[in-house]
């Protein structure tokens, strides 16, 4: 289990539009994807340079295919990457303001402190 890895799916997709509407219409599909050729890069950094040890495990490519964050908060992905990166893609499903994030709020609602650790 990487968190560091989790976190760099949600950081790397919630910062190119075209990947956070590709992740909302084939999320297995761009989880595949992103991790045979993003997952190794080595962020900000000239091409070439990658690392070949890191892997998403079975549980968390699922919650990431399926947009299971409370999944994923407990499994320790930062709350905030996920919450951004959620609201891009869904928000403009509900039409009350800030539906979608009161949502977000009731489904991890049944967390207490203390909150899984996000140390990556």
């Given at each position: 289990m990487?968190?560091?890895?989790?976190?760099?799916?949600?950081?790397?997709?919630?910062?190119d539009p075209a990947l956070v509407e590709r992740y909302r219409e084939d999320p297995a599909g761009t989880v595949a994807w992103w991790e045979a050729n993003l997952g190794g890069a080595v962020l900000n950094c000239h091409t070439g340079e990658a690392t070949t040890w890191l892997r998403l495990d079975d549980t968390e490519r699922q919650a990431l295919a399926?947009?299971?964050?409370?999944?994923?908060?407990?499994?320790?992905?930062?709350?905030?990457?996920?919450?951004?990166?959620?609201?891009?893609?869904?928000?403009?499903?509900?039409?009350?303001?800030?539906?979608?994030?009161?949502?977000?709020?009731?489904?991890l609602a049944g967390y207490s402190l203390p909150y899984p650790d996000i140390a990556t």
């Open positions: 990487s968190k560091y890895l989790l976190d760099k799916f949600l950081y790397t997709v919630d910062r399926s947009h299971d964050y409370p999944k994923l908060f407990e499994l320790g992905a930062h709350p905030f990457l996920t919450l951004t990166l959620f609201i891009a893609m869904f928000e403009r499903d509900y039409t009350e303001p800030l539906a979608f994030q009161k949502l977000y709020a009731e489904r």
